[in-house]
């Protein structure tokens, strides 16, 4: 669980400062977001597919889907930010 509290948090922070960076229009902002989120499906899928010594997973799978629920929120967020114009 302290794992799981840490990657969300370091994920949160990062989504903000995406969010940040896109409004201020830096040219980084969309990379680094996709970036992000390919790190956080990654992070979410060997959460839910890591199996332990004894074949089982290592997280329940409750916990597991629960770790990829983000990821199903990225995808409209990366798409949009590759949709919409930079601000001005």
């Known amino acids: 669980m302290v794992l799981s509290s840490v990657v969300g948090a370091l994920g949160v922070l990062a989504w903000l400062t995406a969010?940040?960076?896109?409004?201020?229009?830096?040219?980084?902002?969309?990379?680094?977001?996709t970036v992000m989120f390919v790190l956080g499906t990654s992070v979410g899928l060997a959460g839910l597919l890591t199996k332990?010594?004894?074949?089982?997973?290592?997280?329940?799978?409750?916990?597991?889907?629960?770790?990829?629920?983000p990821c199903l929120a990225?995808?409209?967020a990366v798409t949009s930010l590759w949709r919409r114009r930079r601000p001005t």
């Open 19 to 33: 969010a940040w960076a896109f409004k201020e229009g830096k040219r980084w902002a969309r990379p680094v977001a």
């Open 52 to 69: 332990d010594t004894s074949g089982a997973t290592g997280l329940p799978p409750e916990l597991g889907w629960v770790g990829m629920i």
């Open 74 to 76: 990225g995808v409209p």
